[in-house]
């Protein structure tokens, strides 16, 4: 239909009429004069109301099934973020709780030698080729660290500072082949020189090539002077192997140091040198063994003066074993011969 200014007219006309009847039909209720119309409508396009919609439901299913399925697409997705955040709070907590255990044992250790310590976690770690053992700690001059600082942990000498920056600082780790540190052996007092060699245990070179030393033994840091680079009574290690003595000035022995140098994570820089040396006092407790238990037995000669076989020696226990708990007294072997004796004097 073109446009044309008698269309125009017909659907204004058509408008008001709708109108017109909508309103008749809202203001009569159920006694509308159109109720007829609209029930005879009803019957004759209900059926293809329902076809039509027999038709387009599978669609409009499909494509709630597919708005629905990105809600629960969503809902998953959500359910799986906060199930990685658990894990991780989880993880978190446990490590939160090592950390607890490590500053804990550091601070005790601390306090039994009387050392004044700085805190701080290892962030990095050197180069591991060459055997260059160190590691990058989040401590540095602005928390009062400087060089030729000891560095310790629970267990015992970590190593020494050797680079200063602004927050953080470079620890040479006493694996390292460069380390080097005055060591005395517990209760001797024996001196010597300890050196790192990578993952293997520590080269001691005994200063008394006729040092009495065994395995466990166990040393300490003998100290520097003015306490820089290593302060006196931290615990390094156990002796572990001792090499034949050739008759030398030195002797060396080889020492498992008390701290893992491939698991450090809280460590603490010495500040503050102790007032007086610790000795070692900083050694933990030494590990008792177990007493082992030890049977004693007995073995009682027979009337001709002989001792019993093994058969009949554990025949006569299980009878010893038996009187004795049915409370019997037997007399003694001495006893049961004497009127035999007495007797055969008589006769």
């Not at 309103?23 to 209900?46: K, L, N, Y």
């Not at 978190?92 to 306090?111: E, F, H, I, P």
Request: a negative charge; hydrophobic letters at 35%; zero cysteines.
């Amino acid at each position: 239909m073109r446009d044309t200014r008698e269309s125009r007219l017909l659907l204004v006309l058509l408008i008001a009429i709708a109108f017109a009847l909508i309103t008749v039909d809202i203001r009569g209720g159920e006694e509308s004069p159109v109720d007829g119309a609209r029930q005879a409508a009803a019957t004759v396009f209900g059926p293809v109301e329902n076809g039509v919609s027999a038709a387009v439901d599978p669609v409009g299913n499909a494509i709630k099934a597919i708005r629905e399925s990105g809600d629960r697409h969503d809902r998953i997705s959500a359910l799986e973020r906060e199930n990685a955040a658990l894990k991780t709070k989880l993880g978190s907590d446990d490590r939160n709780r090592s950390r607890v255990r490590q500053l804990d044992k550091m601070l005790k250790t601390a306090g039994a030698g009387q050392y004044g310590i700085k805190g701080a976690q290892v962030i990095g770690i050197g180069a591991a080729q060459g055997f260059s053992w160190t590691v990058t700690i989040d401590a540095g001059a602005g928390d009062g660290i400087k060089r030729d600082m000891t560095v310790l942990n629970g267990d015992g000498l970590v190593g020494r500072v050797t680079t200063v920056g602004p927050s953080t600082s470079t620890v040479l780790l006493a694996s390292d082949p460069d380390f080097t540190v005055g060591t005395r052996l517990e209760s001797s007092d024996e001196l010597g020189f300890a050196t790192g060699q990578g993952d293997r245990p520590l080269s001691v070179q005994m200063l008394n090539g006729k040092a009495k030393v065994k395995k466990g033994d166990r040393m300490v840091t003998f100290g520097s002077q003015s306490d820089k680079p290593f302060v006196p009574g931290v615990p390094i290690g156990e002796v572990v192997k001792i090499d034949p003595s050739d008759g030398g000035l030195t002797r060396t022995v080889h020492l498992k140091p008390y701290v893992g140098f491939t698991q450090l994570d809280i460590v603490g820089v010495v500040v503050e040198a102790p007032r007086t040396d610790p000795r070692d006092k900083v050694l933990p407790e030494p590990v008792k063994p177990k007493p082992t238990p030890t049977v004693t037995v007995t073995v009682t000669p027979n009337a001709n003066g002989e001792l019993p076989a093994d058969g009949e020696e554990a025949a006569a226990g299980e009878n010893a074993d038996a009187e004795d708990a049915a409370g019997g007294d037997e007399p003694a072997v001495g006893e049961s011969q004497a009127p035999d004796a007495r007797r055969n004097d008589q006769e």
